[in-house]
């Protein structure tokens, strides 16, 4: 985080219940916590950066995701999803959460969707529901080959973590993978701006109380 200040990180699987609190220092955080009875399962979380100016995009779906509008170079949408790999998928629900999704906008997470075209070595049933999206919608996949995740299991990689965006950012996006999972089974993807942005601050905004003028305060809300 303090390495690359990012304007937006976006977390999948969180295990947070609504119970619990969180807070990152220089970031606002939007939720969708997803409980089985008492147990914690899935979540998504998005942490917008303090110096942001963004905007809560609510959305009517009942997949695991959230969405955003940030402004940055210009005001970009921003979802973020997370699709349990034994949970049905169809190609509706994708269609109709993209359809509340705001243009210019980016579409990522941990899909669990396998398929060739985006370096698996497999294809299954919700891949097939992507493939399907991706060209149905004209929409476009960042992609440069590299793995995302990391099977234990089976000693196996696979990337199965997505970002789909409108093709009107295409050239004007990056994006790669970090070669450090930081203790994850997932390694961390990075999406960046071809022509740099301003860094954005992570110092939280502080307030000078003793030495704002009250009466003045008071007088004018009173009008």
Not at 7 to 27: H, M
Not at 75 to 91: G, H
Not at 183 to 195: M, Q, R
Request: charged share 15%.
């Amino acid at each position: 985080m303090n390495e690359h200040l990012p304007v937006c990180v976006a977390l999948q699987e969180t295990l947070l219940k609504p119970s619990c609190t969180s807070n990152i220092r220089g970031y606002s955080i939007l939720r969708k916590d997803c409980n089985t009875g008492e147990r914690a399962c899935g979540g998504v979380t998005l942490l917008i950066n303090y110096a942001t100016p963004f905007s809560t995009l609510l959305i009517r779906t009942s997949l695991q995701a959230v969405a955003v509008q940030v402004s940055i170079i210009s005001t970009v949408t921003i979802c973020n999803v997370y699709l349990p790999p034994n949970a049905p998928l169809n190609f509706r629900e994708l269609q109709e959460l993209i359809d509340q999704l705001p243009s210019p906008f980016i579409f990522l997470g941990d899909f669990n969707a396998h398929h060739l075209l985006w370096g698996c070595q497999d294809v299954n049933s919700r891949g097939k529901v992507v493939e399907k999206l991706l060209t149905e919608l004209d929409l476009t996949l960042l992609i440069d080959g590299s793995n995302t995740y990391f099977h234990s299991p089976t000693q196996s990689f696979s990337a199965i973590d997505l970002s789909i965006c409108s093709p009107s950012l295409l050239l004007d996006l990056t994006w790669s993978v970090l070669g450090n999972p930081l203790g994850s089974d997932h390694f961390p993807v990075v999406i960046s701006y071809a022509t740099p942005i301003a860094c954005a601050t992570l110092r939280q905004p502080q307030w000078k109380f003793d030495q704002a003028d009250w009466e003045t305060f008071r007088t004018q809300a009173e009008i």
